[in-house]
């Protein structure tokens, strides 16, 4: 059995930034610090740790005007790793969490509520090669 799944809660090291695939899918990316408690010398000391972050499609359209710095976001989702080309040839990759699952405090004069609200978003595009024809079943 394969699993891929993470949860994660922090605060936002930035905005969002809002960018468009080429076949004009919304992909919102962004940051996220989690602390870490640790002990150190006797003390507990918090550690952040940083992680990628993105969502997809007409969600990430919609949340990127939310996802501020210093905001508080749960995301849970998926680890994808991404591969492309440098300038040079290259292989590059990074590793981040595509996000599934989304919550996030809304402005209280922006929700019905105004208290937590979540949102599901889309997942990942599957690959441009992706082809179901090999599939056995």
Not at 76 to 81: M, R, T, V
């Amino acid at each position: 059995m394969n699993v891929n799944r993470v949860i994660i809660e922090g605060r936002l090291v930035k905005d969002a930034v809002l960018k468009y695939t080429g076949s004009g899918t919304a992909i919102c990316e962004f940051s996220i610090a989690h602390n870490r408690s640790t002990k150190k010398d006797g003390q507990w000391v918090d550690v952040p740790h940083y992680f990628n972050a993105a969502i997809y499609g007409k969600l990430a359209e919609s949340f990127s005007k939310y996802l501020v710095k210093g905001k508080k976001v749960t995301v849970d989702g998926i680890l994808i790793q991404n591969k492309w080309k440098d300038g040079n040839g290259n292989t590059r990759s990074d590793v981040r969490i595509a996000g599934e699952n989304v919550s996030f405090d809304f402005p209280k004069n922006e929700s019905a509520g105004g208290g937590n609200s979540g949102a599901s978003v889309v997942a990942p595009p599957e690959p441009d090669h992706f082809d179901d024809d090999g599939i056995p079943f």
